[in-house]
């Protein structure tokens, strides 16, 4: 018997591990512990700082519903803001001093004699928990590009997730790889800055104009003083966000005339913004609204009108020590390359770590040999007292908070009963993880994702077996009702 079993363990300490912790705390578990790979908390928040990193949600969507914050400075707030709010939070609701930083997790595998969860720590160290619980992110692998040549490159490279700070960018010669969001937040950014930028883009993104500005002190007091008001912005911020993912994406069989005009908006924008057809042509996706996420940006096009700003569209075909070829053989000489190259969520993720439960079953074999899967997107049969907060079909609407919130709901429903009943675990049954995989993948026939010209996409919505697992097909009304409301039954208590 080890010497001490912590009531849980927490992997990351970003949005979704704070709210864990919050609710776990709530709950009565305050023997918790808290393991973030990097220095700090505040997940993608304390990860990516790039130059012209903010929200691309509205602000008072993308917080805690129980902790709104008065304070943001911008519709859609400036990253800093949002690591300063996590940080705020964990202060508050005094879940910071269960955090440990710098702790790496290699793995966790569950103890049936013991019934608890033994979690293995690069360097050696372990621990033990009677709960697990990951919150390790949908997009926390950086991606960095196969291509050929790459390490031969002499002069500075830089992935967006490793930002340095001290990096002076006046007068060089870059090159970004990637137009994804984190492309078109950066780019317009740095191009003033550079004496040549190339853009390399693969594949173009749907952008749309962003209603963004300054929120004025005088609403900011009002905000903190009738926080009611503030909720009222959220819900209307909330309708609209549902309306897009619940019309456009997931009922896009029935509601593709409302698609269709929402491209109509980015094309106008497109239009409105770049001079030259060819470029324009070049930046016009080629593949259905909703396939792939989506921008918001009135920066971003107006850069390629720049005389330093050159976009290329044809594919690289490798890295030289001063440049980059592409396939028509054409060399671009220069000195500083950044990757805006994304995540890797189906090969590297899901999960971040190896998880082993019952006899010997492992979560990323199970769900890459038997599709992925878990309940209400928290829970996967043969995995007893785990709660997997980044799962397959457990990214609810546009705003990551929806997602925390519901899973929260579910996690008191839950462990509620197990306190109960006094039981020492529980586990999803088979049958209801069958039933719920099977009404997500009946509700995915209405969407964008299979009636949608996704072939052209590349999302990171779809696995390597081409289907759309990552988003929850149902609306957000939906997620929480069954978080407050699932069978109790559709898990065995023991
Ligand atoms: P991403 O959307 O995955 O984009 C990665 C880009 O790199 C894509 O354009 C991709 O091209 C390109 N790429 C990858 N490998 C390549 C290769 N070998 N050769 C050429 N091009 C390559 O990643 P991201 O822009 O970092 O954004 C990820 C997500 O983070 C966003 O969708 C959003 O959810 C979130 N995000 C949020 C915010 C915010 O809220 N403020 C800001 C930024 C990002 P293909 O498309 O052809 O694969």
């Known amino acids: 018997m080890p010497d001490h079993i912590h009531d849980a363990a927490i992997i990351g300490a970003g949005f979704g591990g704070i709210g864990a912790a919050i609710q776990l705390r709530q709950l009565g578990r305050d023997d918790l512990v808290i393991l973030e790979r990097e220095s700090d908390l505040g997940g993608t928040w304390h990860v990516n700082r790039y130059p012209g990193l903010a929200v691309d949600i509205p602000s008072s969507t993308y917080s805690y519903s129980f902790e709104p914050n008065p304070h943001w400075s ?82 500075t490279i830089v992935h967006t997730t490793r930002w340095d700070d001290s990096l002076d960018l006046d007068g060089r010669r870059a090159a970004v790889i990637g137009t994804g969001a984190t ?197 996967v049969p043969g995995f007893p007292n785990f709660v997997s907060l980044n799962s397959p079909y457990s990214y609810s609407g546009l705003s990551y908070f929806t997602t925390i919130e519901s899973q929260m709901r579910h996690m008191k429903r839950l462990l509620g009963e197990v306190d109960r009943g006094g039981a020492a675990t529980f586990e999803v049954t088979d049958r209801a993880n069958a039933t719920f995989l099977a009404r997500m993948q009946d509700n995915l026939e209405n969407s964008v994702f299979v009636n949608g010209d996704c072939g052209t996409s590349r999302s990171y919505y779809f696995n390597q077996h081409g289907e759309a697992t990552l988003l929850r097909p149902t609306s957000t009304i939906n997620a929480f009702r069954e978080a407050s409301r699932f069978p109790l039954e559709d898990y065995a208590y023991a």
């Not at 952008?207 to 209307?236: C, E, F, N, S």
Request: proline share 6%.
């Open 74 to 155: 911008r519709l859609y707030a400036p990253g800093a803001e949002l690591k300063a709010y996590a940080e705020h939070v964990a202060t508050k609701y005094d879940v910071r001093r269960h955090m440990r930083f710098d702790t790496l997790v290699e793995g966790a595998v569950w103890d049936e004699d013991q019934q608890h969860w033994t979690v293995n720590i690069a360097g050696g160290g372990r621990l033990h928990a009677r709960l697990l619980l990951t919150a390790t992110g949908f997009l926390s692998q950086p991606a960095v590009p196969d291509i050929a040549g790459i390490d031969s490159f002499t002069g």
């Open 183 to 379: 492309a078109v937040q950066l780019i317009p950014e740095i191009a003033p800055r550079l004496a040549e930028l190339t853009v390399y883009q693969r594949t173009a993104i749907w952008v749309t104009p962003k209603q963004d500005g300054a929120i004025p002190r005088p609403v900011q007091k009002m905000y903190a003083r009738v926080p009611l008001a503030q909720r009222a912005v959220r819900g209307l911020g909330s309708g609209i966000l549902e309306l897009m993912m619940v019309a456009g994406v997931l009922n896009y069989r029935r509601t593709r005339p409302l698609n269709r005009a929402i491209e109509k908006i980015a094309l106008g924008h497109l239009a409105r913004q770049v001079k030259d057809p060819e470029t324009r042509r070049k930046l016009t996706p080629d593949y259905s609204f909703g396939c792939k996420r989506p921008t918001f940006s009135n920066t971003y096009f107006p850069t390629f009108n720049r005389d330093n700003v050159h976009l290329e569209t044809n594919p690289i075909a490798r890295i030289e020590p001063d440049g980059i070829v592409t396939a028509d053989g054409r060399k671009t000489t220069i000195d500083t390359l950044v990757l805006a190259t994304g995540f890797n969520l189906w090969d590297t993720n899901f999960p971040a770590f190896e998880v082993i439960g019952r006899d010997g079953k492992d979560l990323g074999k199970f769900w890459r040999e038997q599709k992925f899967q878990a309940y209400e997107g928290v829970a």
